[in-house]
């Protein structure tokens, strides 16, 4: 028997692992709500008219002991089951899971219209999906038994962030329902309850979106906000709604959101071509011809653009330099702007839209540049006075000597596409590029556990720990995932690693 197999039929056994003081870590919990999850999904699969009340009862005990991910997680379930539904040629039959579903969007609208969000997320998820692009979208709000005001709530939340099919059919559902709306948020007779949340959401949405694409008015939005204000005639607006009506000023970079004024530097770099990164000296030209304080943000779009665009840019950057030189990049910040970047925030700020690694030479351009950054720390007790501020000194150490901060890429990023490209690399990179291993994570594996078992099986435990699935924070952050419009290539992703190292 190879030495794999000793493991994987020696380490189930409960009598292998040494005693562990339980613990309440943000790992177990996370464990915890994954396995809920799975419980959860394996009672919406079983439930039929039968087994209705009593699976409906351990669900609802699941979401009151485990709280909005258990609910998030259900709601999706459910949408997507009706959506699967409505598809087919029977689909006005109401099945088992669609009075799950009714039930509980009954208890979020009537009952706790504050848990609106929970469902509108929800819906964005389903809409994100490539094997839904047939969804009738007003059919299932309808279904659903959304009153109007609900079904611009959600539909405001899907036009932004879901597939091309499915903006046409919320922009529609805005366009006849908004009138109906307007009038519903003026009536003071009504006693339809809507969250401030819920009026924040139409604000920001008429107020940021090209309400011409929409195909609403200014003069309808002006009457939207005109019934908000009449809403809280008797109080004060809340907080979080006065920014709406406060007198707008301008300046160059109105029109421009936080990650379009973070691009310019990214933008310039690409335009040149690779020839801009050939030496120190040519790529500070460019940090002057853009001018300005150079930010965590701007650094990680720069970063995002030179993993895109590693080969075949063309450009001027054709000719003998064909990609660009990461390390002439950093030097140049090192020599301009070391004592102001905080490079994990750069990694963290990788969490931008058009972000996305494609190949294992992307993820090393940002490990790289990792290590040849400096890694500054401010000193808190020294510093000078400076034109009337006091300005905090900066102890500078030498490149590298911090892991690379995996963790970043683990959590809940808001660009999921992005934070899986980048996990799928992770898990298939070179020692050489980056070993989870030797970063701050979890692991799933640790010798320790296996100090007085056998030879063989402490020589497989060896083998496996140095694989870079062996990390509890990037498994977790993979699960998790399935519960966003990436369920799909996470599914793939799962059986691949799976395959690979089965006994992780």
């Known amino acids: 028997m190879s030495s794999e197999q000793d493991f994987a039929s020696a380490s189930p056994k409960s009598s292998t692992f040494p005693f562990r003081t339980p613990s309440t870590s943000k790992s177990q919990k996370s464990d915890l709500i994954t396995i809920v999850k799975a419980q959860t999904s394996l009672l919406v699969s079983n439930i039929n008219?039968?087994?209705?009340?009593?699976?409906?009862?351990?669900?609802?005990?699941?979401?009151?002991?485990?709280?909005?991910?258990?609910?998030?997680?259900?709601?999706?379930?459910?949408?997507?089951?009706?959506?699967?539904n409505l598809s087919?040629?029977?689909?006005?039959?109401?099945?088992?899971?669609?009075?799950?579903?009714?039930?509980?969007v009954r208890l979020i609208v009537v009952e706790n219209p504050k848990l609106i969000g929970t469902l509108s997320e929800a819906l964005v998820s389903v809409?994100?999906?490539?094997?839904?692009?047939?969804?009738?979208?007003?059919?299932?709000?309808?279904?659903?038994?959304?009153?109007?005001?609900?079904?611009?709530?959600?539909?405001?939340?899907?036009?932004?962030?879901?597939?091309?099919?499915?903006?046409?059919?919320?922009?529609?559902?805005?366009?006849?329902?908004?009138?109906?709306?307007?009038?519903?948020?003026?009536?003071?007779?009504?006693?339809?309850?809507?969250?401030?949340?819920v009026f924040e959401s139409y604000?920001?949405?008429?107020?940021?979106?090209?309400?011409?694409?929409?195909?609403?008015?200014?003069?309808?939005?002006?009457?939207?906000?005109?019934?908000?204000?009449t809403r809280f005639a008797s109080n004060s607006l809340?907080?979080?709604?006065?920014?709406?009506?406060?007198?707008?000023?301008?300046?160059?970079?109105?029109?421009?959101?936080?990650?379009?004024?973070?691009?310019?530097?990214?933008?310039?770099?690409?335009?040149?071509?690779?020839?801009?990164?050939?030496?120190?000296?040519?790529?500070?030209?460019?940090?002057?011809?853009?001018?300005?304080?150079?930010?965590?943000?701007d650094v990680a779009q720069v970063l995002g653009m030179m993993a895109r665009t590693h080969t075949d840019l063309g450009a001027d950057g054709s000719g003998s330099d064909q990609t660009w030189d990461v390390e002439v990049f950093v030097?140049?910040?090192?020599?301009?702007?070391?004592?102001?970047?905080?490079?994990?925030?750069?990694?963290?700020?990788?969490?931008?839209e058009h972000f996305v690694i494609f190949d294992a030479k992307g993820l090393e351009i940002v490990t790289e540049a990792f290590r040849k950054s400096p890694k500054v720390r401010p000193l808190e007790s020294e510093g000078r006075w400076e034109r009337g501020e006091f300005r905090v000194l900066f102890e500078v150490s030498s490149a590298g000597q911090d892991?690379?901060?995996?963790?970043?890429?683990?959590?809940?990023?808001?660009?999921?596409?992005?934070?899986?490209?980048?996990?799928?690399?992770?898990?298939?990179?070179?020692?050489?590029?980056?070993?989870?291993?030797?970063?701050?994570?979890?692991?799933?594996?640790?010798?320790d556990d296996f100090a007085n078992a056998g030879a063989p099986i402490r020589l497989a435990a060896s083998q496996l720990a140095q694989q870079q699935v062996n990390c509890i924070d990037l498994i977790d952050t993979i699960v998790n995932l399935a519960d966003s419009e990436v369920f799909e290539d996470i599914k793939i992703f799962m059986e691949r690693i799976a395959n690979k190292s089965p006994e992780i």
């Not at 087919?88 to 509980?104: F, M, P, Q, V, W």
Request: glycine letters at 4%; proline letters at 4%; one cysteine or more.
């Open 88 to 104: 087919r040629a029977d689909g006005s039959i109401e099945t088992a899971a669609c009075r799950l579903l009714k039930d509980h």
């Open 238 to 297: 809340p907080e979080n709604l006065k920014l709406f009506f406060q007198t707008e000023t301008t300046d160059t970079q109105n029109d421009m959101s936080e990650a379009e004024q973070h691009s310019t530097l990214s933008k310039n770099m690409q335009e040149l071509g690779y020839s801009c990164c050939t030496s120190v000296s040519s790529i500070k030209d460019v940090f002057d011809r853009v001018g300005g304080e150079i930010q965590e943000q």
């Open 203 to 229: 604000l920001t949405f008429f107020t940021t979106s090209d309400i011409e694409a929409v195909g609403v008015t200014l003069q309808n939005v002006e009457s939207l906000k005109d019934a908000v204000k």
């Open 49 to 84: 008219n039968d087994n209705f009340e009593r699976t409906t009862t351990e669900i609802r005990s699941l979401i009151d002991k485990h709280g909005q991910p258990i609910r998030q997680h259900l709601l999706r379930l459910l949408l997507i089951e009706q959506a699967k």
């Open 331 to 352: 030097t140049a910040l090192n020599e301009t702007q070391a004592p102001n970047l905080d490079w994990v925030k750069v990694m963290e700020n990788l969490d931008y």
């Open 403 to 447: 892991p690379f901060p995996a963790e970043v890429f683990f959590g809940r990023w808001k660009h999921f596409q992005g934070q899986l490209s980048a996990l799928y690399q992770m898990v298939h990179a070179s020692p050489e590029v980056l070993n989870l291993n030797t970063c701050s994570v979890q692991r799933v594996i640790q010798l």
């Open 127 to 197: 809409c994100k999906s490539d094997s839904l692009r047939d969804l009738d979208l007003e059919r299932l709000l309808q279904q659903l038994e959304l009153d109007p005001v609900d079904q611009v709530t959600a539909s405001v939340a899907i036009y932004p962030a879901a597939k091309k099919e499915f903006v046409s059919q919320a922009s529609a559902i805005i366009r006849a329902n908004l009138p109906i709306v307007i009038e519903a948020i003026g009536d003071a007779s009504s006693t339809k309850a809507i969250p401030d949340s």
